[in-house]
């Protein structure tokens, strides 16, 4: 049973932090490249970056050189740095994982999904 768990979304002022996680299990985590994407409301779900092993990050032009995507196999769980916050981050993000890396960038890409985290960027 393949299952994907957030965890570390909540409430930050402007400017601020956060790093999300995900943990993996029911699958070899390290053959599968790993995106985080996200979605805020009335929005489509929206591709922030991506990662595997066999090649450089990804990421869309909204968050990059704010936000900074590593993996951890040893632990299979894949983090997402977000620094320089802005009110338009506000969304649930979520992790989801490829098992035929590509540099995928839409969500129809990914096969597992997790539930998803809150992170609020407030004003």
């Known amino acids: 049973q393949v299952e994907l768990v957030e965890s570390g979304g909540g409430l930050v002022q402007a400017g601020g932090s956060l790093r999300l996680s995900c943990a993996a299990s029911?699958?070899?985590?390290?053959?599968?490249?790993m995106g985080w994407f996200r979605q805020a409301p009335g929005q489509e779900r929206e591709f922030v970056g991506r990662?595997?092993?066999?090649?450089?990050?990804y990421y869309a032009d909204s968050v990059k050189g704010r936000f900074t995507i590593s993996r951890d196999d040893a632990k299979s769980t894949v983090y997402l740095q977000m620094n320089g916050l802005k009110v338009e981050d506000t969304a649930v993000y979520y992790c989801?994982?490829?098992?035929?890396?590509?540099?995928?960038?839409?969500?129809?890409?990914?096969?597992?999904w997790g539930q998803g985290t809150q992170v609020t960027v407030s004003s």
């Open positions: 989801a994982a490829d098992r035929s890396p590509g540099l995928s960038v839409r969500p129809s890409d990914y096969d597992y």
């Open positions: 029911g699958i070899r985590f390290s053959s599968f490249e």
């Open positions: 990662i595997w092993s066999g090649d450089m990050p």
